[in-house]
Structure formats: structure tokens, C-alpha cells
Antibody
Framework: QVTLKESGPVLVKPTETLTLTCTVS??????????VSWIRQPPGKALEWLAH???????SYSTSLKSRLTISKDTSKSQVVLTMTNMDPVDTATYYC??????????????WGQGTLVTVSS | DIQLTQSPSFLSASVGDRVTITCRAS??????LAWYQQKPGKAPKLLIY???TLQSGVPSRFSGSGSGTEFTLTISSLQPEDFATYYC?????????FGPGTKVDIK
């Protein structure tokens, strides 16, 4: 059974750095053509893709947030970590991690974590 | 970055109605488009990938079509559990952007 679970602080102060961890089970981060994406959703608003990392360590970032994001993985711990610097109240959102895979040459996002709400406030 | 628009942004429909949602991309994305359903307080659920491939376990009343810049999600006969918000996502190029969403509400 594939599961993903996000963990991290529920409250961060403006200008601080957010570190979120996605712990996966039911698949390995070393599986070929698999990886993890991070997506966020401000309250009442749309989804926003942030970044992804594949098993071969290929990474990609949102153009608008690239300077603030870093994604990495620890295969032995089955964890993917996302850091976002210089947090602002507009970054208040539910942050999701999700499994991505390549099926018939197409990337799909098939399993999602439950999400974790991060509030940015002083 | 590729931008996605969805229409309508909101629709009110009745059980049994046929519902169609359109997603348009700012440039061609071949068939690299997915559709998700999201209910309040829940994570999105993958419905369709590669524009028209039904994800395993998803009811056959859901279907997708299109390629290039225009795509549609159709629900052939709306069921009570289908009232939700639907998002498209392009996975063609870096920056796997989502559309703004379409909320399907009960008439």
C-alpha cells in the first residue's frame, strides 16, 4: 500500500525557513522513473506545483519560487525534504507531497499525502 | 511557463446531468494533461492522465479528451459523490502548472 505523509512545523515566522519532510512507504525512492512532487494550496485557492525530484536525482522547480526552494531525498530513510526560505504570510497554505511516476512515457501523480497546513505569522 | 485556464470556473448541475469542463493551455502540450477531483479538506485524486487515460479505479462516467491546447473532462451522468472541484494540470514542460479549478455544485 502506497502512502505519503508530510511533517513539519504548523507555524513559522516571516523571514524564517520552512523545512517539510515527506515520508513514503509502499514504494522505494530508488525505483526507476519514480519520484515525489510538492504541491501547495492556500486556503480557498487553487493548487500550485512547487518542485519534484526523481529517483535519479533529477530535480525541477517552480520558475516563480526557484530561488527559494530546495528539494532533496534520503533514499535510505524513504524521505523527501523541501525547504523554502524567506517565508511570508502569503505562503500560508496546505502543503502536499505526492508520488510521481512515468507510465507509458507520461508523468503521472497518482498518490497524495493528506497535506499539512503551514501558517506564516509573527 | 505554460498557463492553464479552465471554464467554467463554477457550474451548478443536477444529479444525472452531463457535465463538461474545458481546460486550455497557453501553448501546445501534446497530451500531457491530467485531471484531478478534490473534495473539501481532502487531497486531490487523479482521475485522468495523458489527456484521456482513465486512472485505475475511477468510474467510467469520467472521460477526457483533447490534445495540443484544448482539453475537456466529461462526466456523463453526474452522481452525488461527484460534487467537488476539478483541476487540470499540464505535465509537458518544466513548471507542471495547475489550472484555477472548476467547482461543481448542486443545483
Amino acid at each position: 500500500q502506497v502512502t505519503l505523509k508530510e511533517s513539519g512545523p504548523v507555524l513559522v515566522k516571516p523571514t524564517e525557513t520552512l523545512t517539510l519532510t515527506c515520508t513514503v512507504s509502499g514504494f522505494s525512492l530508488s525505483n526507476a522513473r519514480m519520484g515525489v512532487s510538492w504541491i501547495r494550496q492556500p486556503p480557498g485557492k487553487a493548487l500550485e506545483w512547487l518542485a519534484h525530484i526523481f529517483s535519479n536525482d533529477e530535480k525541477s522547480y517552480s520558475t516563480s519560487l526557484k530561488s527559494r526552494l530546495t528539494i532533496s531525498k534520503d533514499t535510505s530513510k524513504s524521505q523527501v525534504v523541501l525547504t523554502m526560505t524567506n517565508m511570508d504570510p502569503v505562503d500560508t497554505a496546505t502543503y502536499y507531497c505526492a508520488r510521481i511516476g512515468v507510465v507509458q512515457g507520461v508523468i503521472i501523480t497518482d498518490y497524495w499525502g493528506q497535506g499539512t497546513l503551514v501558517t506564516v505569522s509573527s | 511557463d505554460i498557463q492553464l485556464t479552465q471554464s467554467p470556473s463554477f457550474l451548478s448541475a443536477s444529479v444525472g446531468d452531463r457535465v463538461t469542463i474545458t481546460c486550455r493551455a497557453s501553448q501546445g502540450i501534446s497530451s500531457y494533461l491530467a485531471w484531478y477531483q478534490q473534495k473539501p479538506g481532502k487531497a486531490p485524486k487523479l482521475l485522468i492522465y495523458a489527456a484521456s487515460t482513465l486512472q485505475s479505479g475511477v468510474p467510467s462516467r469520467f472521460s477526457g479528451s483533447g490534445s495540443g491546447t484544448e482539453f475537456t473532462l466529461t462526466i456523463s451522468s453526474l452522481q452525488p459523490e461527484d460534487f467537488a472541484t476539478y483541476y487540470c494540470q499540464q505535465l509537458n514542460s518544466l513548471g507542471f502548472t495547475f489550472g484555477p479549478g472548476t467547482k461543481v455544485d448542486i443545483k
